[in-house]
């Protein structure tokens, strides 16, 4: 089964639901999709990890066969081609490495070269296996790293996706496979403001989708109003906590040093399940 | 114009908070929000109905013709994006997974593939005597976001009277964030006190370096990690980058977001840190040069 967790906003507790959620697996594979700015490894502390290096293609312009046409710059939609002085220049980094300047080159001037954009680092922590994506700085895009963290799938039971905030094409690519998402919001204007607009994305995608609210205080009932409102299910709540605020912040899985939170957790997870298998049985 | 803008990295630390109560404080005449994924500043503002709104168009998307399409996949191995399918024997081209690069029009021995203009998000501006606000939204899914980041800021320049702006950034440090920080002078990015946080700045400076643009940080909720807080005091010490101050975690703040105001447009403890904040950054981005 595969679970995203998304947001639109950031700092509501993505990655604290994601990564609890796969502690209480019995088994777990937690992906870490935010590549711009991966944060669970640092919670997870993975050992005997390993780093596998993402490319993307290049091109190359030989300067002996190019006869500058300049077929290749009024191809390019990406403007990454440029006919400066008597060469034709790439701008790699917004290159988007369609392959078309090498098939429209009539001289056959280019070929491709690998560029680095981001690498993959896999490792263990516990029960969970923890894969994280991490673009390189000045790197625009992450989808290429997205897609090569999900394409690489193994057998287990749950796999817990942790989604950048935001609802553009690097969360799409996010919850492209997953069985159930998380929309995890907390109880401000700003907090459902975005919660609405992810609400709206995994209803486009026809994704069966639940509520976790995060950092309640009594009394405030923007965001729960909402999920009335739009009948939104609810899984959980969490409790605004100083102290599980500070136990996030220095790094520690609270599932793992709090039999409380534990516990939560654990439900949380079956009741996800329990979503899941029903909405299988509702589409059989 | 100078432009100041606010960055943070990791999502949630306060961008907006901070942006908003800069722009009451200075009484900034020209503003932005280019997180153009999950805009909020209006919210924070008070705008209802914009004064302009226009449709934002990326790049041109593929369609294919299926009266042509002599259905010989040549598109479909071509795509490096995954964006053509066989939907009922047909090919098909997913408009959330197309880039526009139009290698599959390309390819097409039979010119089945035409290339249209497709809406990818909303251009918006606000402009009120001489105070000009310019927002956007992006579709759901769609990608484009740097291109639709530039439009927003050359909106609110096109319009702008004054020769100061703030701009409101987005998470992250990929394209929309790569294309805010093109033009401006000086990057303020809001920090946590977290291990997350530390590791999110860490990386928003290095692509602040990347493209040589000035960078000052301040802390959101320092004490809510006090050691923390200390080790990104001393990481900017040794980076040699301009510290302007922490923000203590104040409930006040969420009362005036919720409010639809900003933190200093209270008096709160959170908005008197601000204001000092603000006084700092504003000397760094007039000493330069």
Redesign the interface.
């Known amino acids: 089964m595969r679970i995203a967790v998304l947001s ?5 507790g993505k ?1 604290l639901v994601a990564v609890n959620l796969a502690c209480v697996a019995d088994y777990a594979q937690y992906i870490d999709c ?1 590549a ?2 991966p ?1 669970g490894h ?2 997870f502390k993975p050992q005997n990890t390993e780093e596998k290096i993402i490319n993307r293609l290049i091109p190359v312009i030989d300067e002996t066969k190019c006869d500058l046409c300049r077929k290749c710059v009024d ?1 390019c ?2 403007n990454a081609l440029a006919l400066i002085g008597n060469k034709i220049k790439v701008f790699d980094k917004i290159c ?5 300047c090498k ?2 080159c009539p001289q056959n001037a280019i070929t491709e070269k690998e560029k680095r954009i981001g690498k993959i680092i896999s490792g263990t922590s516990e029960n969970v296996r923890v894969e994280t994506g991490m ?1 390189e ?7 290429p790293v997205i897609s090569a963290l999900l394409a690489d799938k193994i057998d287990v039971e749950t796999v817990i996706t942790d989604c ?9 690519e996010s919850i492209k496979d997953a069985d159930y998402c998380v929309l995890v919001a ?5 907090g459902v ?2 919660l609405n ?1 992810v609400y ?2 995994v209803k ?2 026809k994704k069966p989708h639940g509520v976790i609210l995060n950092k309640c ?1 009594e009394g ?1 009932d ?1 965001a729960e109003n909402y999920c009335k409102e739009k009948q939104l299910k609810v899984i959980s709540r969490i409790k605004f906590d ?1 102290e599980l ?2 136990l ?4 520690e899985i609270v599932s793992r040093v709090n039999a409380g939170y534990k516990a939560m957790f654990a439900d949380t997870l079956k009741s996800i399940k329990e979503e899941v298998s029903h909405e299988t049985a509702s589409d059989s | 114009m100078k432009q100041l803008l606010i960055l943070s990295g990791k999502g949630g630390t306060g961008k907006t908070t901070v942006a908003s109560a800069f722009i009451k404080i200075s009484k900034a005449k020209s503003y932005a929000d280019c997180d153009v994924d999950a805009p909020n500043l209006h919210l924070s503002m008070g705008k209802e109905e914009p004064s302009e709104q226009s449709d934002f168009f990326g790049l041109d998307k593929a369609l294919i013709k299926q009266d042509s399409c002599i259905k010989c996949g040549k598109c479909k191995d071509a795509c490096r994006f995954d964006a053509i399918g066989i939907v009922d024997g047909c090919y098909e081209v997913n408009k959330a997974a197309c880039e526009g690069c139009a290698v599959c029009a390309l390819v097409c021995p039979n010119s089945a593939v035409s290339m249209l203009k497709t809406a990818a998000g909303k251009l918006m501006l606000y402009k009120e005597d001489d105070v000009v606000f310019s927002t956007a939204q992006l579709n759901i899914g769609s990608g484009n976001s740097g291109l639709l980041v530039t439009e927003v800021k050359k909106n609110m320049q096109n319009s702008a009277q004054s020769d100061f702006a703030i701009i409101d950034g987005s998470p992250g440090i990929g394209c929309p964030v790569i294309a805010s920080i093109s033009g401006t002078d000086l990057i303020l990015v809001v920090s946590e006190p977290s291990v997350s946080g530390i590791s999110d700045l860490e990386r928003i400076i290095q692509t602040a370096e990347v493209f040589g643009v000035k960078t000052a940080v301040c802390i959101n909720k320092f004490d809510t990690n006090q050691k923390i807080s200390d080790e990104i005091e001393g990481y900017c010490s040794e980076k040699g980058i301009s510290f302007v101050g922490r923000i203590p975690f104040d409930n006040l703040a969420m009362e005036a977001i919720n409010a639809g105001k900003t933190v200093a447009d209270i008096d709160c403890p959170s908005g008197h840190a601000i204001e000092e904040i603000y006084s700092k950054t504003y000397k760094l981005l007039s000493e330069e040069d």
């Open positions: 639109g906003k950031g700092g509501t990655t935010d711009e700015e944060n640092l919670f191809f939609r990406f988007h490495s369609c392959g078309g098939i429209v673009t700085v000045g790197e625009s895009s992450a989808v950048p905030p935001g609802c553009a094409c690097t969360v799409m907390e109880p401000t204007l700003f403001h975005n607009m709206e994305l486009a995608f205080v405030i923007i100083k605020g500070k996030n912040s220095d790094g």
